[in-house]
């Protein structure tokens, strides 16, 4: 019959376990996100890893002629944009380097539910989730952590067999709150990107490139 497989721990978890800043901006991470513990944290944080390991392998490459290697960045720039974390368009591998493990948690489907406004809080979101209250794409999905596409975004909605389809209920979010939900996400996404954009610059700056290098470089191709 072989021998038996050994599930296999598909994260990292941090080199030293008495990290007093590390420890208080996981301790942050997780009341933000609502999540059940820090593990959560060093997955998104290993997925990260693994995508900026992928830019930084890839840039080399290019820089080296492989011709290869160019396809493999387009395909890893659409896997990024696909689950929401890139732009549809424009995206280059130095933005993949700019992520935080914050862009990959705001894509799990406990946040997505929370920032719809099918509940008042992270932590009942993730509650309905869990209890089946949601479905996607025509299925219920009971895993607060599932990585959501941009496809399967707009397919969020309550079971149909949920008592929350009734708008009387009284755990049921209001239109106000649902609004400032979309605002505060809005104002999240602004500053998020004026982050990635002083980021970039400054990495531009300490190597030397200026806005008249980025201008004659986009005249060349």
Not at 78 to 104: H, Q, S, Y
Not at 135 to 160: A, L, W
Request: aromatic share 4%; charged share 30%.
């Amino acid at each position: 019959m072989g021998d038996p497989k050994f599930s296999r721990r598909t994260y990292d978890t941090p080199s030293h376990p008495w990290q007093g800043e590390r420890i208080k901006a996981e301790v942050k991470i997780v009341n933000e996100f609502g999540l059940k513990n820090k593990t959560e944290v060093w997955k998104a944080q290993s997925v990260l890893r693994n995508f900026r390991k992928q830019s930084r392998e890839l840039q080399a490459r290019l820089r080296g002629g492989d011709a290869q290697a160019k396809k493999e960045s387009d395909d890893l720039i659409a896997r990024c944009a696909k689950i929401g974390v890139l732009p549809m368009d424009g995206a280059t591998l130095n933005d993949i380097l700019t992520l935080n493990e914050k862009d990959i948690l705001s894509r799990r489907l406990q946040t997505i539910v929370f920032e719809k406004g099918m509940a008042t809080t992270i932590g009942q979101a993730r509650q309905m989730i869990v209890h089946g209250h949601v479905f996607m794409n025509g299925h219920r999905v009971t895993i607060p952590g599932y990585i959501v596409t941009r496809d399967e975004e707009s397919s969020i909605m309550y079971n149909p067999a949920s008592p929350f389809n009734d708008e009387m209920h009284p755990m049921r979010i209001s239109a106000e709150q649902a609004a400032a939900n979309a605002e505060l996400r809005a104002a999240k996404e602004a500053e998020e990107a004026a982050k990635r954009a002083a980021k970039a610059k400054a990495d531009a700056e300490e190597a030397g490139i200026t806005a008249d290098d980025a201008a004659m470089e986009e005249g060349d191709q």
